[in-house]
């Protein structure tokens, strides 16, 4: 039963940042202009969250001599939150190298709220980090 609520809870926690990072980002349908650019922001943030997740998580996996059986829970965990912090700021730092290199102010490209889009994707993974390290089961149970 203890095993069920893990795989119930990983999956709910893979997913529910999808689903609130989609209701965040995109806009209500009668102020949409039609056409990707209304999922643009969207497709950004999954990738920030997802692909930093899956940056951390392999990276552990190279570093562990590609063996699954080796990697545990708190390390995946671990990773993925050190991947989404890394990939969040490689994000707001060419964001502002190029608010630098078009518009001539590193502030410009980045905004004010860089601060608020580190904690919002760190908070975001975590929560699918977590959801992962729920969902590896490496051969032992949950008791």
């Known amino acids: 039963m203890i095993r069920f609520l893990a795989i119930v809870l990983g999956v709910a926690l893979i997913g529910c940042p999808a689903f609130l990072i989609y209701s965040m980002t995109v806009p209500v349908a009668r102020f949409r202009v039609g056409g990707y650019v209304d999922f643009l922001v969207f497709a950004g ?16 996996w190279a570093m562990e001599g590609r063996d699954w059986r ?34 001539g102010s590193f502030e410009k490209g980045v905004g004010n709220l860089w601060g608020l889009i580190v904690i919002f994707a760190l908070v975001f993974g975590a929560m699918v980090s977590g959801g992962l390290a729920l969902l590896i089961d490496n051969g032992r149970s949950v008791k």
């Open 45 to 60: 943030a999954m990738s920030i969250i997802y692909g930093g997740v899956l940056i951390g998580v392999a990276t552990l």
């Open 70 to 103: 080796r990697l545990r829970r708190v390390g995946v965990f671990k990773a993925g939150v050190w991947g989404v912090l890394a990939v969040s700021l490689v994000f707001v730092l060419g964001c502002g190298v190029n608010g630098m290199m078009t518009r």
